[in-house]
Every structure is written in structure tokens, then in C-alpha cells.
């Protein structure tokens, strides 16, 4: 039976990625920070289904988690910080915040897996980033450098692996409203649009609400099945119809 560690499955994709593994017969290790806090009935009730806590911005609970996981087959990163708003107003700290999760939590992650997987020469890491990494949008300046850098390290480590077996694949998800995205920025996005972009960002805002090609959880959910388990697959999936329209070089 295999079995898949998956990063931010509190909710949104890392969620729904994690019962979409599940129903296909995996044991599924769901990471989250606080997995006390999930409503009941949530998720499964199964020996395949364990939220675990997991905080990758902290090296120890790294350790930690993959030390009491034992071996996997498939790495997920999908724990991710979104962030909403003008750079010039945006501090370098909460800059740093989201490349503390988003970039370096990935690389993290990668790191702590990488030995058991090159001892076995086999296994899986899937990125999941965004279509952002395919056509920036403004107002999100720093969350898509965060992902355009995973981008490059994954295309890079996917090489270096190969030798071993091993295989580094990236999901780029659409724009999906239904996400948590901004509330997963949190009070770092308090102040983050100054009166000077206001008017503007009513109308990124309104041209946001007329996208009538978006993504959903499954979507990314079956991307990731797909990244994971298509041995000869691309190393890069867009994931919902407005992200695959990017990626052909149309408009969503």
C-alpha cells in the first residue's frame, strides 16, 4: 500500500488532495499546524487517514513528523501563504513570512525526504505552485515570486534526481474564489492596500469576479493523483481550466 505525505491539508487543495488519495486506497499522512482544530466529521475515519502536526517553517517538527511517519512513497508540498496587495506597502518581514512557507518550506521538506527516497531509489515530490508563475497578476508581487522561485528549483532538482530514480514533478492551480487564499494571509494583509492603490485594486477586484474559466479542489486534487502516480508524465500540470488556457498561451 502506498503511502503519501501531503503538506497544508488543513483545508482547500491540501484537503481535498488528501481525501482524493485516500479514496484511491492510499494511507494518507494529512500535515497541518493544528490538526486538534478540525471540525468533526471532516475527514475520514480511518487507520489510511492521520492529520498529523506539521509546521514546515520549523526544521524540528520536520524531523520530527518524518521520523514518526517512517518511509513514504510521495511528498506533497502544498502548504502554502497567500498574499494580497501593493508591494510598496507590503514590510520586507511579511515578504520573508511567505517565502519562510511558500519557497522555503518546499525546499525543506524536499531536503528532510530526500535521503530515504535516494536510499530506495524511488519516490515522488510534487510542488504545487500557481498559474501566477504563468501570467502575474498584480497585486500579488511577492506570493508569486515565492512560486516562481519553487518553480526553479523544482525544474533543477527534477534533474539532479533522475540519476536516482526519483522523480520532482509542479502543479500550477488556476484562480479558484472559493480557496482560502486571502484568508490564509491573515492580519499580514491588514494595510496592505494604501489609499493610493484603492481605486485600483476595486478594479483587479471586479475583473477578478468577471473570470468565468476558475479552478476547483478537485481539479488540483486529481493533478496531484496524476503528477504522482504517471511515471513518464510532464514535469509541469496546470491544474483547472483557466490555468491550462494560460499555459497554451490563450487568455482564461
Request: charged fraction near 15%; glycine fraction near 10%; hydrophobic fraction near 45%.
Amino acid at each position: 500500500m502506498n503511502t503519501v505525505l501531503i503538506t497544508g491539508c488543513s483545508s482547500g487543495y491540501g484537503l481535498a488532495t488528501a481525501l482524493h488519495f485516500h479514496a484511491k486506497g492510499w494511507t494518507v499522512l494529512a500535515g497541518m499546524r493544528r490538526p486538534q482544530a478540525l471540525p468533526d466529521g471532516l475527514v475520514p475515519k480511518s487507520p489510511r487517514f492521520q492529520p498529523i502536526a506539521l509546521d514546515v517553517t520549523d526544521s524540528a517538527s520536520i524531523v520530527g513528523t518524518l521520523q514518526a511517519c517512517g518511509p513514504i512513497d510521495v511528498l506533497v508540498n502544498n502548504a502554502g501563504i497567500g498574499l494580497f496587495g501593493a508591494f510598496e506597502a507590503t514590510p520586507m518581514a511579511t515578504v520573508r513570512e511567505v517565502f519562510d512557507t511558500n519557497t522555503l518550506g518546499t525546499m525543506a521538506m524536499c531536503q528532510a525526504v530526500l535521503p530515504q527516497f535516494r536510499e530506495r531509489r524511488a519516490g515522488v515530490i510534487v510542488n504545487v505552485t500557481s498559474s501566477s508563475v504563468l501570467a502575474p497578476m498584480p497585486l500579488v508581487a511577492a506570493y508569486t515570486a515565492s512560486k516562481t522561485a519553487v518553480e526553479g528549483f523544482t525544474a533543477s532538482l527534477a534533474l539532479e534526481l533522475a540519476e536516482f530514480g526519483i522523480r520532482a514533478r509542479l502543479v500550477q492551480p488556476g484562480y479558484a474564489p472559493t480557496t482560502r487564499f486571502a484568508a490564509n494571509g491573515g492580519e499580514r494583509m491588514q494595510g496592505l492596500v494604501p489609499e493610493a492603490y484603492a481605486g485600483y485594486a476595486q478594479k483587479v477586484f471586479a475583473m477578478l469576479t468577471q473570470v468565468k474559466a476558475v479552478t476547483d479542489e478537485a481539479d488540483v486534487a486529481e493533478a496531484v493523483w496524476l503528477s504522482a502516480t504517471e511515471v513518464n508524465g510532464p514535469l509541469r500540470l496546470p491544474a483547472g481550466a483557466d490555468a491550462v488556457a494560460l499555459a497554451r498561451g490563450g487568455v482564461s
